[in-house]
């Protein structure tokens, strides 16, 4: 009594959906994603109290890299750098204006003299440009920083007085 073909009816052989085989459907990448973030999640602490004492770090930064500095020399280093700033600035205006006002000597001048010229005028500019941009920004740094350590020391969180290990230690 064969039913013809070989292999038997409804073993569920070769993923036959009628044989009561199924494979199990492959998680999609998205899915597996989800799944990991949710037992991340589960392992969080849920409140500040929970979280361990060497973890909490103080308002804007960490006690060991503020302590020892004087909140007074980091406001003078701002001020160096902002007059620093400040002259490379007038420094790009004197460049500026100079180029500017000398340009017509280059009209008798042959193409290449014309052209070195152009790339040496635009990188001094730049130069001077971009070094009173990067020593602006650094003041303003430094000026936070003065306060920031300046309002740590009034408040008992930090200790400028305090000895700072040496750097890269």
């Given at each position: 009594?064969?039913?013809?073909?070989?292999?038997?009816?409804?073993?569920?052989?070769?993923?036959?959906?009628?044989?009561?085989?199924?494979?199990?459907?492959?998680?999609?990448?998205?899915?597996?994603?989800?799944?990991?973030?949710?037992?991340?999640?589960?392992?969080?602490?849920?409140?500040?109290?929970?979280?361990?004492?060497?973890?909490?770090?103080?308002?804007?930064?960490?006690?060991?890299?503020?302590?020892?500095?004087?909140?007074?020399?980091?406001?003078?280093?701002?001020?160096?750098?902002?007059?620093?700033?400040?002259?490379?600035?007038?420094?790009?205006?004197?460049?500026?204006?100079?180029?500017?006002?000398?340009?017509?000597?280059?009209?008798?001048?042959?193409?290449?003299?014309?052209r070195i010229?152009?790339?040496?005028?635009?990188?001094?500019?730049?130069?001077?440009?971009?070094?009173?941009?990067?020593?602006?920004?650094?003041?303003?740094?430094?000026?936070?920083?003065?306060?920031?350590?300046?309002?740590?020391?009034?408040?008992?969180?930090?200790?400028?007085?305090?000895?700072?290990?040496?750097?890269?230690e």
């Amino acid at each position: 009594g064969g039913s013809g073909g070989g292999g038997g009816g409804g073993g569920g052989s070769g993923g036959n959906p009628a044989g009561g085989y199924r494979r199990k459907k492959k998680a999609s990448v998205n899915e597996r994603l989800i799944t990991e973030i949710a037992e991340l999640e589960a392992e969080l602490p849920r409140r500040a109290s929970e979280v361990p004492e060497e973890k909490v770090a103080p308002i804007l930064g960490y006690k060991k890299d503020l302590d020892g500095i004087n909140p007074a020399f980091a406001a003078l280093g701002s001020v160096m750098t902002a007059a620093f700033s400040y002259s490379t600035w007038q420094l790009t205006i004197f460049c500026v204006e100079a180029f500017g006002n000398s340009a017509s000597s280059l009209d008798e001048s042959n193409y290449v003299f014309q052209r070195i010229a152009v790339v040496v005028r635009t990188a001094v500019v730049a130069t001077s440009a971009l070094g009173s941009g990067v020593a602006g920004l650094t003041a303003l740094g430094l000026f936070a920083l003065s306060i920031r350590v300046a309002v740590g020391v009034v408040s008992g969180e930090l200790d400028m007085n305090a000895k700072r290990a040496p750097v890269g230690e």
